[in-house]
Each structure stands twice: as structure tokens, then as C-alpha cells.
């Protein structure tokens, strides 16, 4: 059977009245909830989608840090936003973040909506090493 530790709260991380779990591990596995540009109070902070951008991926950098887990353990990223024409500013930041040699993979999409009105939303999965 495989253990699980569920990240409801923690430092950096929105206080939520939604019923979700910002993160759950299982074994060397973390797999992190929706992201959003939300402050630590739950309050959506509007933006460009440059600006959502990074405060979703603090939100995101902050969920797998309770978790135990480091950006570099980081393989798979999630992004959904809701104007095709952000693509270009996602893509910078996406190149800000994450080193060319160390770029987890991705999936990013359109949405008609996000919760809030928000612009974009990000979740992902980090693996590291048994020991």
C-alpha cells in the first residue's frame, strides 16, 4: 500500500476554503493541484498574464517545496490559460524559470474559463530519487 501525504497548508501557500490539497505525495512522487495567481488569504490577484504567470508558479515553486521536493525534482508542468495570444509572454517566463538543459516537460493549453477570472492556472508532478 502506498503511503500519502496530503499538503493542505504551508509557508507561501494560499489559505484556501476550497476542499482540495495543494499537493499529494505518493512514494517519490508529488503531484501538485491547480495553481493560481491567489495571495496567501485565497484573493486573486489580477494581472497580466505575465504577472498571473509568476505568482501562479510561486504558488506552484511553494506547493513542492512543503512537499519536500525541489524545482530541479520538477518533471512535467501543466499550463492552462485562457488567450492564446499570452502564449508568447507564458513562453518567456516558462524560459525564465526553467534552465534549457533542465526544462521539465509540458502541456499547455487554452481554457474558455478559470476560476476567479484568472488568466492562467498551473500544476505539474516532481519525482526524485528512492534512497
Same mark, same amino acid.
Given at each position: 500500500m502506498t503511503e500519502k501525504k496530503y499538503i /493542505?497548508?504551508?509557508e507561501g501557500l494560499p489559505q484556501w476554503s476550497n476542499p482540495i490539497s495543494h499537493a499529494v505525495v505518493a512514494n !517519490?512522487?508529488?503531484f501538485v493541484s491547480g495553481q493560481l495567481s491567489v495571495n496567501e488569504n485565497g484573493e486573486y490577484i489580477a494581472g497580466s498574464a505575465l504577472a498571473?504567470?509568476?505568482k501562479? +508558479?510561486? !504558488?506552484f515553486f511553494a506547493a513542492v517545496k512543503n512537499a519536500g521536493f525541489q524545482k530541479e525534482d /520538477?518533471? +512535467?508542468?501543466? /499550463?492552462?490559460f485562457d488567450d492564446l495570444n499570452d502564449l508568447p509572454e507564458i513562453n518567456q517566463l516558462y524560459i525564465e524559470l +526553467? &534552465?534549457?538543459n533542465k526544462r521539465p516537460a509540458r502541456t499547455i493549453y487554452q481554457v474558455e474559463a478559470? &476560476? +476567479?477570472g484568472s488568466k492562467i492556472k498551473v500544476m505539474g508532478t516532481a519525482v526524485k530519487d528512492l534512497k
Open positions: /493542505i497548508e504551508g !517519490n512522487m508529488c498571473e504567470g509568476r501562479a +508558479f510561486s !504558488n /520538477i518533471v +512535467f508542468v501543466d /499550463i492552462a +526553467f &534552465p534549457e478559470l &476560476p +476567479f
